[in-house]
């Protein structure tokens, strides 16, 4: 399993970062293209649900871990940020782009998402 680490400030201008750095991690996992680009949206979404509190200050950690069978991201947000809805569009959404997806808030009120991709044989 490899594992790569990365925080950004808890601002819209970095989604973008967040979202370049998901669709390379998950190529060299060996996702399809498909995959990929749901991936990425899957990723935007996830950061716009963390920082939808509109933090001032604070930053969004994101964990990579690479598995032969998958790719799990992890995303905290900064303090405040709200517990996702599970009946939202954005929830929803989350759904339709990646295989799972789960939400856990620490014992500090940090939250986290949790995004697993599946590497799936081609035919």
């Known amino acids: 399993m ?8 808890a601002h819209p201008d970095y989604v ?3 979202r370049s750095a998901a669709a390379h991690i998950a190529a ?3 996702l399809t293209l498909e995959a990929i680009d749901d991936l990425r949206l899957a990723v935007d979404e996830a950061f716009a649900v963390l920082i939808a509190h509109q933090p001032e200050t604070g ?3 994101v964990t990579f871990h690479i598995h032969d ?3 799990k991201i992890e ?3 900064p303090a405040g940020s709200p517990n996702p809805d599970k009946n939202s569009f954005a929830w929803t959404v989350l759904n339709a782009l990646v295989h ?3 939400t856990q808030t620490s014992s500090d009120g940090l939250v986290t998402l949790r995004l697993t ?3 799936v044989a081609s035919a």
Do not use: C, F, N
Request: charged share 20%; hydrophobic share 60%; glycine share 6%.
């Open 2 to 9: 490899a594992l790569i680490e990365l925080a950004v400030p």
């Open 16 to 18: 973008g970062l967040i």
């Open 28 to 30: 060299h996992a060996d």
């Open 59 to 61: 930053r969004v950690a």
């Open 69 to 71: 069978d998958s790719l």
């Open 75 to 77: 995303m905290t947000g």
């Open 100 to 102: 799972e997806v789960a």
């Open 117 to 119: 991709a599946k590497v």
